[in-house]
């Protein structure tokens, strides 16, 4: 008995002692931050999600950088200095950028930056073009083409893969279209003037500039010697194809670094840790932090008890848990930070039913299912959106985590809403008068019979969900709708094949431009726009597709604004997709890391680690 | 026996091609959009738009004979594919993490084998004492606890309160270290290679971040174990020739450990020979708590990412480690009783 007092009584002095112990800085010049997902690949061209970026944007560099937590002006970062049409290095007609490249700056290696670095870099991403990465955004403004393979069906006539024989060989008489490929499409876009890079669009294309800066790995600038010697693309035209979409383990960038950054890296143990040394030639100030520690740790018990033990510095925290650590002594809490984010509910306005389609019960307006153009009806529509209380959504479900969403284009961007963002959408009067009208009142005297498709895990979207059938059984006991969650893999997969009446997912910009939101999510080829169904599209073109090749030449940013908030009302309006919510960005760390700051942009792909220190 | 063996051994294939052909097939029930997953983990990588083509460029859309007949042509020729949910080949990623979850599985065994057949032994000999109810209470406890929410529990109380043992492999100051060009990884087991680079504060760091780990599996799998070593025990302790090896008047130590003990423990010898093997299977939750870089979290995650290659994989290696474990706790137990027979 006496013994096992004893032993509590040195385990609590030894747990005392740890807590003392935990007031000092731990690992005082090793920066960790632990988050909850695997690299991809280390290749900045290959890499397209957040996990990834975060690395490649420490370790290699970009033209230009925001200016702090601005996302409108620019720095002039391995360029000398930011294009523009006052000083000339941008053509009047807004299609030629030229970028003078900085001297003295030296990759890792100790290979010299070079104008033609960057040539090769940006005629690589083009050649390189992953099936699902991120060359598109430097494929569609210089070459108008979406992909590679677009331009090459273009000019052959024939789809790419059909140039090739079972053993992967390419058939020779398609050789020369591919070179002509190259030499026509590719090589003219980027040209080495001097001590500048010229990049030619194919089309004036305004949110150009905004997509180089720092913190887009997609648009950092390789090492082209280096490049060579590891065995990437050699930058001959008639090879390309040789060197495109190979899978990861093929790439011979997947797990090398060369760049310019102030951090280099040490080690990729993937799933494991990844450490980053501080590049003690870099060409700026130098980074403080010696090492930067990025560790993977999917379980949150164990990330919150190592933050909480200050062995780790930064950690990924969902919402849900953050009450968790918000106050807990050596802890800050960054929230309600801006994110260019939207979470949105989805009305497929014609549903595909080929083959049977279980989610529209009997596929008829007879109380027991819907029709395939349910929501075609924009009294339908808008009776959905008036059944969402986003107040009661960010409240209590969120707390306080997000903002309200009105329109695709989220704040601070321009086209962003402000006096529909004040204005409330919930009125379930309104939504039964909508009911009422909807398909000549017969809606109203059948009812409906429908199921909402949510992630699962996405606790929020079925929040929403859950308001709806509550607030649908409210109005009319006919109106039924089933919530049913699904693995992230049938989603795909059911989602993709246009099956979903309803459904809720999420869009996060790559730039800060409200083409980026808007594109993709209302336009009838974008990537939720084209899932909205066929009504849809034909009412898109009418309406949405002109504003979008409006806003995409224009360069006046009052013009821009005011074609962009049209989008947006309009969207709202006629309440094509519920826009459920912007999220706030939630930032946590230990008290003694200092200098971080919230970017809107840069921040949603992974942390900038130059930035940061730790003090006392 | 040696006829057996070689039966058995002959078997092994057989085993092994049902095992992966059922996971293949359980693979096939998703259609390629939905193993597409596994390279597009979120909505935010979706904007590439090249969905038909990663689709192609994987082979998704292939038959399961004709995925099986690649993948099994490969694996003959030593190689495993491309794990996508570890970004590496599955060998390399094997060879990697196995140490990893061999040397906890190694650790824990002990203290469970141990610990569970004295403790079953000495509950069993005072068979209804205040010992043996606060045991069975132990046993129960520890076999109603889902490991994972026992393994939160140590997290919480040692490290979290007590900051003694941290989860991960090593710390940041020792993992600095075995890093460094002056360290060499012989073997990849952690305690292990630190002995060999003489480097005693290394080994303690490991061990340090290894005992939270081990007290989870050693509580639970002793538990398991106290309960089959007690019954077995007590059912010996009831048969007539311990009676008459009391009444010929030998000492009760000698009744217990040579008499009874041998044919008790032949029930023990079989869980316990698969216990290890359990163990590495059990790893599957117990690293992803811990956050220990081995093959259980490997396949945890390959298996949410639906990482085909992955998945079978791991499955193919802990099938053949399935296979020779129970091949080896067969011969044991031929060995250790005479009276067994293969036929």
Known sequence: MKASKWIWILGICLGLAGTVWGEAIKNPDTLIEAIVSNQESLDPYFQYDITSNEPCKNVYENLLAWDGASITEYLPWLATQVPSKENGLISADGRVYKFPIRQGVKFHNGNDLTPEDVEYTFKRAMIFDRAGGPSWMILEPLTGFSTIEDIVKHVAGVPYAEMFDNDGNLIPKFKDHLVKVYTDYIDPTVKVEGGSVVITLSNTYAPFLSMLPQGAAWFSILDKEWCLEVGAWDGKADTWWKYHDPKEQKDPLYDKMNGTGPYKLVKWDNGVELVLERNENYWGEKPKMKYVKILTMEEWSTRKAALLAGDVDIAIVDPQYLGQVEGQPGIRVHKGLEQLSVYMLFFNQTINTEGGNRYIGSGQLDGEGIPPDFFSDIHVRKAFAAMYDTQTLINDVQGGNAIPAFGPIVKPLIGWLPDMAEGHRFDLKKAEEEFKLAFGGRLWEKGFKLTAAYTTGRMVTKAVMDMLVYNARKINPKFKIEVQTFAWSTLLSDYLKGVYPLWGLEWNADYPDPHNMAYPILHPTGFYGAALGAAYHKWAEQHINPLLDQGLVEFDLEKRRSIYEKIGRLAEENAVILFLYQPTRIHVERTWVKGWFNNPITESTGRHFYLLNKSL | ?343
Do not use: C
């Open chain 2, 1 to 343: 026996m040696t006829a057996y063996i070689i039966r058995r051994i002959l078997l092994i294939p057989v085993i092994l091609i049902g095992v992966t052909l059922f996971v293949f097939a359980l693979m096939q029930m998703l259609d390629p959009y939905q193993l597409l997953s596994a390279y597009v983990s979120s909505p935010a990588e979706l904007k590439g738009q090249n969905l038909e083509r990663l689709i192609s460029k994987y082979g998704l859309d292939k038959s399961l004979p004709e995925k099986y007949w690649t993948w099994t042509k490969n694996v003959l020729g030593g190689d495993l594919g491309w794990a996508e949910s570890a970004s590496m080949p599955v060998m390399e990623a094997i060879k990697r993490k196995f140490p990893l979850t061999f040397e906890l599985a190694f650790y824990a065994f002990f203290p469970i084998i141990l610990g569970g057949i004295w403790v079953g032994k000495a509950t069993a000999v005072k068979h209804n004492s205040v010992f043996d109810h606060a045991t069975r209470v132990f046993v129960i406890m520890g076999w109603s606890f889902p490991d994972f929410v026992f393994g939160l529990l140590v997290i919480l109380f040692f490290y979290s309160v007590l900051g003694w043992f941290p989860p991960g492999a090593l710390s940041n100051w020792a993992s600095q270290v075995v890093e460094s060009g002056d360290y060499s990884n012989y073997t990849r087991i952690l305690t292990l290679d630190a002995l060999l680079n003489g480097r005693l504060d290394i080994f303690w760091d490991a061990l340090r971040h290894l005992i939270g780990p081990i007290i989870t599996m050693t509580y639970l799998w002793s538990a398991f174990l106290i309960r089959i070593t007690r019954s077995g025990m007590l059912e010996v302790l009831r048969k007539d020739y311990i009676r008459t090896a009391r009444a010929k008047g030998l000492s009760e130590k000698t009744v217990i450990n040579k008499h009874a003990s041998k044919n008790a423990m032949i029930p023990v010898l079989t869980v316990s020979g698969r216990l290890l093997i359990y163990m590495l299977a059990e790893t599957v939750i117990i690293e992803t708590i811990f956050n220990r870089p081995g093959m259980g979290k490997f396949i945890a995650y390959a298996a949410q990412q639906l990482d085909y290659p992955g998945i079978l994989g791991g499955t193919l290696f802990f099938a053949v480690l399935l296979v020779l474990g129970n091949l080896i706790v067969d011969i044991l137990y031929a060995i250790y009783d005479p009276r067994i027979e293969y036929k």
